[in-house]
Nanobody, 120 residues
Framework: QLQLVESGGGLVQPGGSLRLSCAAS????????IAWFRQAPGKEREGVSC????????NFADSVKGRFTISRDNAKNTVYLQMNGLKPEDTAVYYC?????????????WGQGTQVTVSS
């Protein structure tokens, strides 16, 4: 079965840190672009960060630049989102997405999400 599984969410105080994991099973992530999205209650899903499957380049939403980092461990078939300096506005369900596409093919997988709550 092809799937992505996120883990690492939880409750953390403002200023704290969490590391989210996105692990793939049934396929390898090596050439996939992996993106993290989040969705807070009553809001649209928004992109947080992504890492390229071709050159390893990364991008971050302005709201998390300087606080979040993204990395991949191909040996573990896992991508990580390290979140530092967490703020209450980071509270959301975080989803990872794996995308591999070309001119005539598209492979697109989503995880089930992991809840991150930042509160004192």
């Amino acid at each position: 079965q092809l799937q992505l599984v996120e883990s690492g969410g939880g409750l953390v105080q403002p200023g704290g840190s969490l590391r989210l994991s996105c692990a793939a099973s049934g396929f390898t992530l090596d050439h996939y672009t992996i993106a993290w999205f989040r969705q807070a209650p009553g809001k649209e899903r928004e992109g947080v960060s992504c890492i390229s499957g071709t050159d390893g380049g990364t991008n971050f939403a302005d709201s998390v630049k300087g606080r979040f980092t993204i990395s991949r461990d191909n040996a573990k078939n896992t991508v990580y989102l390290q979140m530092n300096g967490l703020k209450p506005e980071d509270t959301a369900v975080y989803y990872c997405n794996a995308l591999y596409m070309g001119d005539d093919y598209r492979y697109d997988y989503w995880g089930q999400g992991t809840q991150v709550t930042v509160s004192s």
